[in-house]
């Protein structure tokens, strides 16, 4: 009985042995090993989605292409670096394979390692003791429990969820035992940032995998980011500086030109701060640099015009430097400045196959082109050729007021005092009262004075001091106060806030509301305030979020770096606004002692007159009256101008004087009227 118990426990054990041991039954060739379900996976990749574009119509890195590393949250991360961020489009779906219930132990490290989808039975065990064959207790993945965790983060990303999918990588992030996994994790949130629309906020977190150096995997996908981060913020000089800092590595074919024209950006805006505190030679190097990239961007990309009006703008800082008409005239540099501007003109021409986006920016850079051939003209007295140049400029677009009042210092040199009277009731009407042309009044008096118009003249220059001497009072004040470069911007951004929220303003609101418009016409402070502005915005959108969101250590800590870059743009602006109202007080005080000179002469001019009558025994006459004509060509309409404006007529006046010097030629000069 004994012997036969023995039987048949031996029996019952080898039965027992069959039914548990089916691994060596199946071959390692016929394993779901990673290798394989790439494989597999890879014919399952469903298709991309079309998402929205970046502004200048370039879709992020992981929409336009899919990589095997992200095509599902199981998926095995490639072993080195991709030029193409390996992410699956947003919102795809993709779920993760069910895995292979079973694997060899043999393979389980390597699984691990890899990240492969085989059965992870390498964990601890009592000696002699089966694994425990229970789904809940073994990663049934094969990948380990830290490394689920940030495959549950890209799930979140890949269904939209984006939110939860930067709060679960950060978590990975803040775990010092995680380290291997941390660079994935940023990524995972910087992308995630992104999606949210706080771009400021993705682009502190793309900048810490870049300061970990290129031998990490996301380095140059990373470097990618930049260009569609910069495209989506209203100041691309925000990440200038992040850009110029990895000059030196290769950037992907796709983003080359880009990348030279960011960088050419770069250093003309470098070039441009160190002319102003007088380090000449450094400046050079600058500006030089901006040539060498611009020659290394093709004529036919798309980002050649601007490149090549930095280059113009370069040799014109080249060929105006220390120099007089005649010598800028003959200088090689000016030439080159006015050639490279034609180009621009040229291949900003309206026509051919763009989007509206590209029609934008076309004719924006067409304009700029445009006045900076003028200008180039006027500091070459080349003046009519100036004046042709300043007419190019389309009404109502952004360059129109300048090119109207720099225009009417033109047509004054060349004696066409009417067109540049018509030019100056444009720009006092009502429709543009806030904006800043002091120097328009000094014109309108002079021009009065060279007609012997003095009692007109007088009464211009009583109005130009009594609206801008508290102005340059007020000017005078800011600039002498010892104060923190932070401080100045802060003055202005509170004439900004009364302004968004309608507040009741003083008269010294209203003057240093001048000197906002006035300090906002520095074109570099115009769009570091933008940046400012759109920071405090971001920083805001925080409080819309979901509350557990709003409320996460992620954002406790993404709102004190918006902080901190925050408080480096004001002191930017500070600094920049310090210059500029140093610069505009300079001017100011120049225009006022101009204005004191024409009254003086005025003054003496009427002195001589009424001694030439005195000595005469009565009247002499100092002006004579203008024979005129109403006759005006075909497409006009002669209409007399009597105080009012009309929308449709800014821009068209002709101002006809009625009366001017007694020794002028007075041949169809009248009454004192406009025209359209």
């Not at 036969?4 to 041991?21: E, K, N």
Request: charged share 30%; hydrophobic share 35%.
């Amino acid at each position: 009985m004994i012997r036969s118990l023995r039987l048949l426990r031996f029996a019952l054990l080898g039965l027992a042995l069959t039914w548990a041991m089916p691994a060596p039954a199946q071959s390692f060739e016929g394993l779901d090993l990673p290798g394989s379900s790439k494989k597999k996976k890879k014919k399952a990749t469903p298709k991309k989605k079309k998402t929205a574009k970046g502004k200048k119509g370039t879709p992020p890195p992981e929409e336009e292409e899919e990589t095997p590393a992200e095509s599902s949250p199981l998926a095995t991360p490639p072993a080195a670096p991709t030029t193409t961020p390996p992410a699956a489009p947003a919102g795809s779906g993709t779920e993760a394979p069910t895995p292979s219930p079973a694997a060899p132990p043999a393979a389980a490290p390597a699984a691990e390692e890899q990240g492969g989808l085989g059965l992870d039975l390498s964990g601890d065990t009592n000696k002699g003791t089966a694994p425990t064959m229970s789904f809940d207790a073994v990663d049934v993945s094969g990948k380990t429990a830290d490394r689920q965790r940030l495959d549950v983060a890209i799930s979140f990303f890949k269904n939209d969820e984006y939110e939860q999918s930067s709060m679960v990588a950060y978590e990975i992030i803040k775990d010092p035992k995680l380290a291997a996994l941390h660079t994935e994790a940023r990524y995972v949130v910087a992308k995630a940032l992104y999606r949210m629309g706080l771009y400021h906020s993705s682009l502190g977190e793309f900048s810490k995998i870049l300061a970990e150096g290129p031998q990490t995997k996301y380095f140059k996908t990373s470097l990618e980011w930049l260009f569609f981060i910069s495209r989506k913020t209203k100041n691309e000089t925000v990440i200038l500086d992040e850009i110029a800092r990895y000059a030196n590595y290769e950037f992907p074919e796709k983003f080359r030109n880009e990348f030279r024209y960011l960088l050419a950006r770069y250093h003309f805006v470098r070039g441009r701060a160190l002319d102003q505190v007088g380090q000449v030679d450094a400046a050079d190097k600058s500006f030089e640099e901006v040539k060498r990239l611009t020659l290394q961007i093709p004529r036919t990309d798309i980002f050649y015009p601007r490149a090549k009006y930095l280059e113009g703008l370069s040799y014109f800082r080249n060929g105006s430097k220390n120099k007089t008409a005649d010598q800028r005239r003959g200088d090689t540099s000016m030439v080159a400045s006015i050639e490279a501007m034609k180009e621009v003109v040229r291949l900003t021409r309206p026509g051919g196959v763009k989007t509206a986006e590209q029609v934008q920016l076309d004719q924006s850079l067409r304009e700029l082109a445009f006045m900076q051939l003028a200008r180039t003209h006027y500091g070459m007295q080349q003046n009519r050729y100036a004046i042709f140049y300043f007419n190019k400029i389309e009404r109502g677009t952004n360059q129109w007021l300048e090119s109207m009042f720099e225009g009417s210092w033109a047509n004054y040199r060349v004696g066409q005092y009417e067109q540049a009277l018509g030019n100056l009731i444009t720009l006092s009407s009502p429709f543009f009262r806030e904006e800043y042309f002091p120097e328009a009044l000094i014109l309108k008096a002079v021009i009065y004075y060279e007609n012997c118009r003095y009692r007109e003249s007088s009464l211009i220059l009583q109005d130009f001091e009594r609206t801008y001497l508290p102005v340059h009072e007020q000017l005078e004040l800011l600039v002498k106060k010892e104060m923190d470069a932070s401080e100045y911007y802060s003055v202005l951004a509170e004439v900004q806030k009364k302004n968004k929220e309608g507040q009741a303003k003083n008269g010294t609101d209203i003057i240093l509301e001048r000197i906002l418009r006035l300090a906002l016409t520095d074109q570099d402070l115009k769009k570091t305030n933008d940046s400012i502005l759109e920071l405090e915005s971001e920083m805001d959108a925080f409080a819309e979020k979901g509350d557990t969101f709003k409320y996460s250590e992620l954002t406790k800590e993404l709102l004190e770096g918006l902080k901190v870059q925050r408080t480096g743009l004001i002191e930017k602006a500070g600094i920049m606004s310090k210059g500029k109202l140093e610069t505009e007080l300079l001017a100011l005080k120049q225009l006022l002692a101009n204005g004191l000179r024409i009254k003086f002469e005025t003054t003496t001019k009427e002195k001589e007159f009424l001694e030439e009558q005195l000595k005469a025994g009565g009247r002499t006459a100092i002006v004579k009256k203008y024979r005129y004509s109403v006759a005006v060509a075909d497409d006009q309409l002669y209409w007399p101008y009597e105080g009012e404006y009309w929308r449709d007529e800014l821009g068209t006046y002709q101002y006809t004087l009625t009366k001017g010097c007694i020794e002028r030629d007075s041949a169809n000069r009248n009454v004192e009227t406009a025209s359209e």
